[in-house]
T-cell receptor, first 112, second 112 residues
Framework: NAGVTQTPKFQVLKTGQSMTLQCAQD?????MSWYRQDPGMGLRLIHY???????DQGEVPNGYNVSRSTTEDFPLRLLSAAPSQTSVYFC???????????FGPGTRLTVT | GENVEQHPSTLSVQEGDSAVIKCTYS??????FPWYKQELGKRPQLIID?????GEKKDQRIAVTLNKTAKHFSLHITETQPEDSAVYFC???????????FGKGITLSVRP
């Protein structure tokens, strides 16, 4: 089991560029989430999904899109990158029958 | 929605002493309270959790206590070691289908 994987580990973008952060899990978990972590702000929920084809907004969804076409994958798209989106992004997953949530290794994104 | 607060934002203890980190939550319907440890540059890792039908849970040197009346829960680390130095996040969830809300984190430093 690879658990929750994320790519890339690091990314530098220019303002206005778009990109997709990849997240995959091989545990057949129904629930997947994206968080951003900024200094002193904790982990803030961007978007989440309770199953394939179902997504919903979290606390800070503006500027991000998600889709969930399969159980395994939950990509996060930045439509037009802004410096305010400089952050560390974590993907997480959990089984529907469980409370325990597991995090991926994170992607450090810098927008210049 | 749920609001989770952690105070203070930093805590320094001498090696071998105990550390107590407290969190408060706002939603009386919350019934699941995990604690995550995050080492520098790493992903958050679940270290212990408690459900609302239990008042205390222990796992070796760590324990979590829950006071539902006062709506607070605490992480207790005994015989602290330098490797306990990390950022600790508390979180709360209202039910299996609810989102996990995180506190802002506390940086624990263990002085050798």
């Amino acid at each position: 089991n690879a658990g929750v994987t994320q790519t890339p580990k690091f990314q530098v973008l220019k303002t206005g560029q778009s990109m997709t952060l990849q997240c995959a899990q091989d545990m057949n978990h129904e629930y997947m989430s994206w968080y951003r972590q900024d200094p002193g702000m904790g982990l803030r929920l961007i978007h989440y999904s309770v199953g394939a084809g179902i997504t919903d907004q979290g606390e800070v969804p503006n500027g991000y899109n998600v889709s969930r076409s399969t159980t395994e994958d939950f990509p996060l798209r930045l439509l037009s990158a802004a410096p305010s989106q400089t952050s560390v992004y974590f993907c997480a997953s959990r089984a529907g029958s469980s409370y325990e949530q597991y995090f991926g290794p994170g992607t450090r994104l810098t927008v210049t | 929605g749920e609001n989770v607060e952690q105070h203070p934002s930093t805590l320094s203890v001498q090696e071998g002493d105990s550390a107590v980190i407290k969190c408060t939550y706002s939603d009386s319907a919350s019934n699941y309270f995990p604690w995550y440890k995050q080492e520098l540059g790493k992903r958050p890792q679940l270290i212990i959790d408690i459900r609302s039908n239990v008042g205390e849970k222990k796992d070796q040197r760590i324990a979590v206590t829950l006071n539902k009346t006062a709506k607070h829960f605490s992480l207790h680390i005994t015989e602290t070691q330098p490797e306990d130095s990390a950022v600790y996040f508390c979180a709360a969830r209202g039910g299996a289908n609810s989102k996990l809300t995180f506190g802002k984190g506390i940086t624990l430093s263990v002085r050798p």
